[in-house]
């Protein structure tokens, strides 16, 4: 049986992780505020909630399933593999820009392009294409009409606000990029290649000059870099003052929207709406960074591919797809995406758990396949 003699906000933060919830979430199921929660956990080991409080952690701990109390107690052990400490920040940076082309664009390009290995469950094809900054970038086109590309770009800044600010900035290249990239594989005129719109991160982290609790909210922060940019100023994004970051890393740091999916001595990972971020802490039971990608570019194809419903429906048109790719389909990616398989691993579902929660797919594919099913009457 697990207990906690004393509840610190480093306790109420691994209770609330065991119970797989979010920050608002898990503020509901105790009955308190939001703020109350970010209080404690941003404390840390050294901020103890008042008795009242202490009292309905008790209880929360206490009415947990067996399954919980194993994770939670599992998260307090300190036999667990240590992350790496180094003195710099090393980050491979994974930019993925989706952009809907349509079934009859994606067979052409299709047509000149290696088929993907593996599960093919959602066909697709890839291309290296040549980017001026990336060390790596594959071109995804889906048979679906959604094409991803994949930009590799490691870093090694100074700080985390560096990188925050270079993601912002970097959009201003890198989707009139897409777009151009797009128009030449095509060979169409430039107005009439659809706009990539959105670019989502997948932060997998090297190495790091931090430890403990700074290590961890260092891993937040990654997931949701907008708290540290003004995106707002007038010659485009700029880093806040320095001592936000610093601040932050002291104090602790968290989002409601912030989802773990890390397993302790194993792994820490959090996905955010922004994207993921992730160090692996055991080479032999972590998630590899191939296993991530493959997520990501799942997520991210049918995250388009909802997208152009709903722009059909803004747009006051009737959403039709090809009868191969209408509800039918997204029901079944609907049953793929979201019910475990028995060759995954904990940290597999977890993962694809977090993703799906912070990206609002499961949401998008009921829409979407609510409306295509409604179109053919």
Not at 168 to 191: I, Q
């Amino acid at each position: 049986m697990v207990t906690v003699q004393r509840w610190s906000g480093r306790e109420a933060r691994l209770l609330r992780e065991a119970l797989r919830m979010s920050l608002r979430d898990f503020a509901a199921y105790l009955g308190v505020s939001d703020r109350t929660v970010s209080n404690w956990e941003g404390g840390g080991a050294s901020y103890q909630p008042r008795g009242e409080s202490q009292a309905v952690l008790d209880t929360a701990l206490g009415r947990a399933s067996d399954d919980v109390k194993a994770r939670f107690a599992a998260a307090l052990g300190t036999n667990g593999a240590a992350p790496p400490v180094t003195g710099r920040i090393g980050v491979d940076s994974h930019k993925f820009l989706p952009v809907f082309i349509g079934a009859e664009r994606a067979d052409r390009l299709r047509a000149h392009m290696t088929p993907s290995a593996g599960d093919q469950w959602l066909e697709s094809s890839s291309v290296r294409v040549n980017h001026p900054e990336a060390q790596d970038c594959v071109l995804h086109v889906f048979a679906c009409g959604a094409a991803v590309f994949h930009l590799v770009q490691p870093h090694e800044p100074p700080a985390l606000t560096d990188l925050a600010v270079w993601r912002y900035r970097s959009y201003a290249s890198d989707l009139p990029w897409a777009r151009n990239k797009l128009r030449d594989l095509l060979d169409e005129d430039h107005d009439r290649v659809p706009n990539p719109e959105y670019v989502l991160s997948l932060y997998w982290l090297t190495s790091a000059p931090w430890a403990g609790d700074a290590y961890d909210t260092a891993l937040r922060l990654l997931s949701t870099p907008s708290v540290l940019v003004d995106r707002g100023a007038p010659g485009g994004p700029t880093p806040l003052d320095g001592t936000v970051e610093t601040s932050l890393l002291a104090t602790g740091f968290d989002h409601p929207d912030i989802v773990s999916f890390g397993v302790r001595g194993v792994s820490t990972g959090y996905a955010g709406w922004s994207g993921v971020a992730y160090a692996s802490h055991s080479r032999e039971r972590g998630l590899t960074v191939d296993e991530l990608v493959a997520c990501e570019l799942t997520v991210q194809a049918l995250w388009c591919f909802t997208r152009q419903v709903q722009q059909m429906i803004e747009d006051g048109q009737d959403p039709s797809m090809p009868e191969q790719y209408g509800w039918r389909f997204l029901r079944a990616a609907s049953s793929r995406l979201t019910t475990a398989r028995a060759q995954e691993t904990a940290q597999h579902v977890l993962m694809r758990e977090a993703i799906m929660k912070t990206s609002g797919l499961a949401e998008r594919l009921r829409a979407a396949q609510d409306a295509l099913r409604e179109s053919v009457g």
